[in-house]
């Protein structure tokens, strides 16, 4: 049983729009959700994360919302630029082990 | 400070052969995993090591692959023997202790098993 789900898989957004990425999990010992960027050549990179007890963390143009009840979060990337083109994976982390999700694949059109 | 450095970034490999991939990890972090992506499973945890002690193998991975950590600044994923099926990007992060919500990913190694 896959304990992260991304979706869309794929994503394509004008420059300017606001992009959202979705993420839901099963385990509700889950403390901790990291958003991972990567570019293509590149490890993943921390972007912003956010704790279990928080409803919502913002940094810059980047906001996650997370519903606890739901075991849903979102990433919201506004004023998209091409240079957020990229792959993004949602992690959950019990303290014990984390789980990434398969990807979200972003591709922002100027 | 530097970052997680893997050697080397690419490697072509013949079917049976044995690889090592290299990995020093961020000076002061204690955590170090190494994992598998690929496009259709995604990122695959193959190993993880706490101040040098192997916390998790990776299970399906255990019999081709090894990881070792000598030092607390270095660590080698051997897979033998390798095959094509193992053609895939090896990437190694290192966290402080216990943040394995904030790792730190080195560029990885494109590994192709012809």
């Known amino acids: 049983q896959q304990q992260v789900r991304q979706s869309p898989q794929s994503l394509t957004v004008w420059e300017g729009e606001t992009a959202i990425l979705n993420c839901s999990y099963e385990?509700?010992?889950?403390?901790?959700f990291p958003w991972y960027q990567q570019f293509p050549g590149e490890g993943p990179a921390l972007l912003i994360s956010?704790?279990?007890?928080?409803d919502k963390k913002e940094d810059g143009r980047f906001t996650i919302f997370f519903n606890k009840r739901e075991k849903k979060l979102s990433l919201h990337i506004t004023d998209s630029q091409p240079g957020d083109s990229a792959t993004y994976f949602c992690?959950?982390?019990?303290?014990?082990?984390?789980?990434f999700g398969d990807g979200t694949q972003l591709v922002v059109k100027p | 400070d530097a970052g997680v450095t893997q050697t080397p970034r690419h490697e072509v490999a013949e079917k049976g052969q044995t690889i090592i991939l290299k990995c020093e990890p961020v000076?002061?972090?204690?955590?170090l995993f190494w994992y598998r992506q690929t496009k259709i499973q995604g990122l695959e945890l193959l190993s993880y090591?706490?101040?040098?002690?192997?916390?998790?193998d990776g299970g399906a991975f255990k019999d081709r692959f090894k990881a070792e950590m000598l030092n607390s600044s270095f660590s080698t994923l051997k897979i033998q023997p390798t095959e094509p099926k193992d053609s895939a990007v090896y990437l190694c992060?290192?966290?402080?202790?216990?943040?394995?919500?904030?790792?730190?990913f080195g560029p990885g190694t494109r590994l192709l098993v012809l």
């Open positions: 000076s002061g972090h204690n955590d």
């Open positions: 090591f706490r101040s040098k002690s192997l916390m998790e």
């Open positions: 992060a290192s966290s402080l202790r216990g943040r394995q919500d904030t790792q730190y």
């Open positions: 992690a959950g982390d019990n303290n014990n082990r984390i789980f």
């Open positions: 385990d509700s010992t889950f403390n901790y």
């Open positions: 956010i704790s279990s007890v928080s």
